[in-house]
């Protein structure tokens, strides 16, 4: 398998792969949409939090990989810009409003005739930006990869052409027991 079809396999996996995640956060919402229709109330659907719940959740796991790409390695610290700028925009645009409109649709007034049009939206640019935050990690991913590769190749090595070692992970100081536990 040359190249171009290893990046092209890379890539159909990934999509697969996020939607399969998208699916599974959907998939209580329909079985909800579903009950509501068997029910005759599928506008009420609209109506109520549950597009606004499912956006929340997508906005938070988009933060995630978003955070995931910023950390992912040290060397890509020339896109945290980009980074932080995608996670401010997914607060502000999905995970803000649809927090507002979780905590409004419980309170228990009727709801305003364009929630039903602004909950669908919200939805659908929180997977947007989930989608986004996927591809963005899996980038920076295979950048920093590369990054580790071209290292490699230039020299970049310690004795017997092994690369250089990972930083130690974090030393967390032990209980003494004295404290009383």
Not at 70 to 79: A, F, K, N, S
Request: cysteine-free.
């Amino acid at each position: 398998m040359n190249n171009n079809d290893h990046q092209e396999h890379n890539a159909l996996s990934m999509m697969y792969g996020t939607y399969a995640d998208i699916l599974f956060v959907l998939f209580p919402f329909l079985v909800i949409a579903i009950q509501r229709m068997w029910d005759g109330n599928l506008y009420q659907t609209l109506l109520r939090p549950d597009l606004s719940i499912a956006a929340a959740i997508l906005a938070g796991l988009a933060i995630g990989k978003f955070v995931l790409g910023l950390v992912i390695h040290r060397d890509l610290g020339r896109y945290k810009e980009r980074i932080v700028f995608f996670i401010a925009l997914t607060l502000f645009l999905v995970l803000g409003p649809a927090i507002i409109l979780i905590l409004s649709l419980s309170g228990g007034a009727k709801a305003p005739g364009f929630v039903a049009f602004v909950q669908p939206v919200l939805l659908i640019v929180a997977i947007s930006l989930y989608t986004t935050a996927v591809s963005i990690a899996n980038i920076l991913g295979h950048s920093a990869q590369n990054l580790a590769v071209t290292g490699a190749e230039n020299g970049h090595t310690t004795g017997a052409g092994r690369q250089q070692p990972r930083p130690a992970p974090l030393d967390l100081p032990r209980r003494t027991g004295s404290d009383g536990y």
